[in-house]
């Protein structure tokens, strides 16, 4: 018989279907609507993305894209991994996304290289974080970037993460072998960041 902490483990985590961002981006959860956007914006950003990971090589078509969806869908399904589309203007500039393992949550994303250094990514990550603490019942947050992309250190920086370790060995990327740093934030820091920010807005205002 199952006891009442036992039942919260095993209740099946709903996702957002929309999450609001900012005034000029917010997070769809991806689904086949996004099918056509998605494969025009990999397709512009193939070898941006392929630099970091080798998928963006396999979209041929349309067809690519809805086996792309259908993967997350998958997931999705088994409270895996939630995959969002970055929305502006009605245009899909990116996706983010958040796997789910055992009180963790790992954040992984891409962005339209026309789209950066505007902070949306940042955004997007955050409001990821943000539900992962508040409803997807995470502790930690976990980061990996590659160690020569300090774009994307500065994310995981800026949102709070602390570097935690070096892992050599462990991804390979079009014959290359990239040494990755993870990088680790906790929801009690998450907190602590949040009520500083509050305390420095009352102190401004």
């Not at 502006?88 to 055992?102: Q, R």
């Not at 774009?151 to 892992?167: C, W």
Request: include cysteine; aromatic fraction near 10%.
């Amino acid at each position: 018989m199952l006891n009442s902490s036992d039942s919260a483990k095993k209740q099946k985590i709903v996702p957002d279907k929309r999450i609001e961002v900012s005034n000029e981006i917010h997070l769809e959860l991806l689904d086949q609507c996004h099918k056509s956007t998605l494969f025009e914006t990999v397709v512009k950003n193939r070898y941006f993305i392929n630099d970091a990971c080798d998928w963006a090589n396999h979209f041929s078509d349309e067809t690519s894209s809805e086996q792309f969806i259908n993967y997350f869908k998958h997931r999705e399904k088994k409270g895996i991994q939630f995959c969002y589309a970055i929305i502006k203007e009605n245009n899909l500039i990116g996706c983010v996304s958040i796997i789910l393992t055992n009180g963790q949550g790992e954040i992984g994303y891409w962005l339209d290289k026309d789209m950066n250094g505007r902070g949306f990514v940042t955004q997007s990550a955050n409001a990821l974080i943000s539900l992962g603490f508040a409803k997807y019942n995470c502790k930690e947050m976990m980061l990996k970037c590659q160690q020569v992309n300090h774009k994307s250190s500065n994310v995981a920086l800026r949102l709070g993460f602390k570097f935690n370790k070096t892992i050599e060995g462990t991804l390979s990327v079009n014959g290359k072998d990239w040494v990755i740093d993870e990088y680790i934030l906790t929801q009690d820091q998450f907190n602590n960041q949040n009520q500083q920010k509050q305390q420095n807005k009352l102190t401004h205002e």
